[in-house]
């Protein structure tokens, strides 16, 4: 099973983000199966919706390829380590990813030697907006997000993704938030698909993005 299009190689400071079309793998699921290690089929098989286990297996599935492609290996052959809060890595490998999901789409970011997070967040009501911004929003932050009128719920999600990008860049759980904000660590919010929010966030600020579709 190949991947739309040929994987480019990541220069000096770059950091691909791969858009994930879910919804568009649905047929060539059988084939992307194969690439799964047992432990990802094992995980897949405990969701109780199809549609969620399917999303599961073609969005792993998907990472192996594109991670194989740049690491010239078989993607099943790919082994990963996870870290103390969960954040998965290619064993023995400079090779650094990370992989957000939300309803039919996943982004991915892979960067050389670079940590690196990503977060998608699909742009809806929420009834408890202003509790989470209470407790994990900056004072400026809650200001502005008052004061945003009508585009008070894109910026939320603006400032949402911002935050759960640099927790994933930095591998660490909500209660290290402060000390990744304190680090050399950067973030963008990218504009890649419609009716949803995205940012990315990696060590140091000499980076750029480049958009691939997977």
């Given at each position: 099973m190949n991947l739309d299009r040929p994987v480019p190689p990541i220069v000096t400071h770059e950091i691909q983000l791969w858009t994930l079309?879910?919804?568009?793998?649905?047929?060539?699921?059988?084939?992307?199966?194969?690439?799964?290690?047992?432990?990802?089929?094992?995980r897949a098989n405990r969701f109780h919706r199809p549609v969620d286990r399917q999303y599961f297996m073609i969005v792993h599935a998907l990472t192996r390829l594109v991670l194989a492609a740049h690491l010239k290996t078989r993607p099943q052959d790919l082994v990963f380590q996870i870290g103390p809060f969960g954040k998965p890595r290619v064993w023995g490998s400079g090779l650094?990813?990370?992989?957000?999901?939300?309803?039919?789409?996943?982004?991915?970011?892979?960067?050389?030697?670079r940590q690196?997070?990503?977060?998608?967040?699909?742009?809806?009501c929420l009834p408890e907006l202003d509790l989470i911004a209470a407790q994990r929003f900056s004072e400026d932050e809650r200001r502005e997000l008052s004061a945003a009128g009508e585009q008070r719920r894109d910026l939320f999600f603006t400032f949402w993704t911002r935050h759960e990008a640099l927790l994933k860049a930095c591998g660490m759980g909500l209660s290290h938030h402060k000390v990744c904000q304190a680090g050399t660590w950067s973030y963008r919010n990218m504009d890649?698909?419609?009716?949803?929010?995205a940012a990315v966030a990696a060590?140091?600020?000499?980076?750029?993005?480049t958009l691939q579709n997977g």
């Open positions: 079309n879910l919804v568009h793998k649905v047929e060539a699921l059988p084939g992307l199966r194969s690439v799964l290690s047992v432990d990802e089929q094992t650094e990813f990370n992989l957000s999901r939300s309803r039919g789409f996943a982004l991915l970011a892979v960067a050389w030697d690196v997070g990503v977060d998608l967040e699909f742009v809806q890649v698909i419609k009716g949803y929010s060590q140091g600020s000499d980076w750029f993005v």
